[in-house]
């Protein structure tokens, strides 16, 4: 069956909502919401399929676009590939030019809205941001907390509570600070054994790989309600990653770090490869920073992931 190329986009107005639109009863998965777009064309370019089909759907005109993520999923019926791009400037007022219903959804609403299964990672790449920040190691636990502050304060949205020196009761501590720290502010992941799960509702989880290889066979261990991402490093882990059903990914080390100077960086190319096989977000890790966020992008990853490169500097 021929793999159908749909070009579609994540719209944001002004406010950071994003736009959705309701597929009328008579199409392929009717009724369901999902993000505008449409099929690429025989020679067609993505951009020029994205402009075409928004304008043709909503009646407007793309200023500002840019690659957000690729899913390939496979239908009873349908094989598709959705290119999905992030439009964050446009000309003209949406409207439902094919009598589709339209409607504004926060990030946090678009866990509400029935969409197609193809579009799941679509929604977890719109509600999340393009840098995920990792505490650093051997840190006073309020010098740790003072850093968390600062980096909130200058907008990250997304943390990582990483203390692999500290003696588990001390984590735990932490981790309460921390969550009423990100309260309103950001998504905290933690790390640690997934018998702590009830003491932290709030939080998310991120697996390390030896937990992933270890817990695949019982499947995703909590609702989607809550995020899981996972620590992976090559093809075997982004595979049981997928099999497991995480919401994203770290992908390292893509160059060569300090933390890790004995690790095999996989390098720009590689990283593309793995990220083209991959059907969830991919934060890359690893010699990055926010200065290759722009290149991460066009390689199909959400973001870049980093220690340094997003903790606040002491004055």
């Not at 959804?105 to 929604?123: C, G, H, T």
């Not at 502050?149 to 003696?167: E, H």
């Not at 920073?289 to 870049?304: F, L, N």
Request: proline fraction near 7%; hydrophobic fraction near 45%.
């Amino acid at each position: 069956m021929k793999r159908v190329h749909v070009a579609a986009a994540v719209i944001r107005g002004v406010d950071g909502r994003v736009l959705l639109a309701r597929r009328l009863e008579d199409k392929h998965q009717g009724g369901l919401w999902e993000f505008p777009g449409g099929k690429v064309e025989e020679g067609e370019s993505v951009p020029a399929a994205l402009h075409r089909e928004l304008a043709e759907e909503l009646g407007i005109q793309v200023s500002a676009a840019r690659p957000l993520i690729q899913v390939q999923h496979d239908y009873a019926d349908k094989h598709v590939l959705l290119d999905v791009w992030e439009v964050s400037a446009f000309s003209g007022e949406p409207h439902g030019a094919e009598g589709q219903p339209l409607a504004w959804a926060s990030a946090k609403q678009l866990a509400d809205y029935e969409f197609p299964a193809a579009n799941r990672p679509i929604v977890a790449a719109a509600r999340l941001p393009a840098h995920y920040l990792i505490t650093p190691e051997n840190l006073e636990p309020q010098a740790l907390l003072r850093g968390l502050k600062a980096a909130l304060d200058s907008g990250v949205r997304l943390v990582q509570l990483r203390a692999p020196t500290m003696y588990d009761p001390q984590y735990r501590d932490l981790a309460v600070d921390a969550v009423g720290l990100c309260a309103g502010r950001a998504q905290l992941m933690l790390k640690g054994p997934l018998e702590w799960l009830g003491d932290f509702p709030a939080a998310g989880w991120h697996l390390t790989s030896t937990q992933l290889r270890k817990l695949v066979s019982g499947g995703r261990p909590f609702p989607s309600a809550r995020w899981l991402a996972a620590s992976c490093h090559n093809a075997e882990e982004l595979t049981l990653a997928a099999q497991m059903g995480v919401d994203f990914v770290t992908l390292s080390p893509v160059q060569a770090t300090q933390t890790h100077p004995e690790a095999q960086p996989l390098g720009w190319d590689k990283a593309a490869e793995l990220i083209a096989g991959f059907n969830q977000p991919v934060y890359l890790l690893g010699g990055v920073g926010a200065t290759e966020t722009e290149r991460a992008w066009q390689i199909g990853a959400q973001g870049v992931a980093g220690i340094r490169a997003f903790w606040p500097q002491a004055e």
